[in-house]
């Protein structure tokens, strides 16, 4: 360049700025190629120098029909499928306590009887008593003689005397609600009675301290009273 004469030097420069106009002309027809939407898919670079090529992402116009979610741990999150067939009714559990035992008997009561509280109650057998000049057996019940003795094993021991006690010392002395026919007419009577919120009846089945009348609401309260060895089902007491 330094030899180049003056003569020279213009058509050197000519000569420089035709092959950069030349070259300019194909960077901008390259730019052009890569910024088309519908150019093909260009083939991942390959690795240089050690480097992992940088994948290509497709666009979401590009993608094809999305895969169906798969369902992770599904017997974990949903309850398996439940057989109909396969379940089994079971009976009903035994009652809790003895108020469940048994409700209160559903006798039809005379339309000039009324629930009347019976005041200062003494018990005469297990499931009778005496109050207010009245004599009151507990419907549904049968009670124990107060001579009768009952045997467990081989022990022989006065049960009707140890009900009777009983009935007494449940009582003492309290109020009972039941329902009597009207002052004029105080013969004895078989009634429904209560103690508070208690069916006096339930009680004192449930306590093997009395029977259960044959087909009365009692009789679950007798079969549990005997199988556990309640009252006079139990040894002596």
Partial sequence: MSGAGPEQRPGLAIAFGAVGLLAGALLIIWAGALLAVDRPNLAPAQAVGGEQPIAAVASPLETGPQQPARKIAQDLIAPPPLEVSAIERIEPRLPLGEL?????????MPDDWRETLLHRPIATTSAAFEAMGRTVAISGTLGVDPDQSCSFGEAAWPCGQRARAAFNAWLRGRALKCFV????DRFAIAA?????????????VANGWAMAAPGGVYSKAEATARTAGMGIFGPPQ
């Fill in 181 to 184: 026919p009207p002052e004029t």
């Fill in 192 to 204: 429904p009675c209560k103690l508070g919120k208690q069916d006096v009846g339930a009680w004192l």
């Fill in 100 to 108: 469940g035992l048994a409700s209160r008997p559903e006798t039809p």
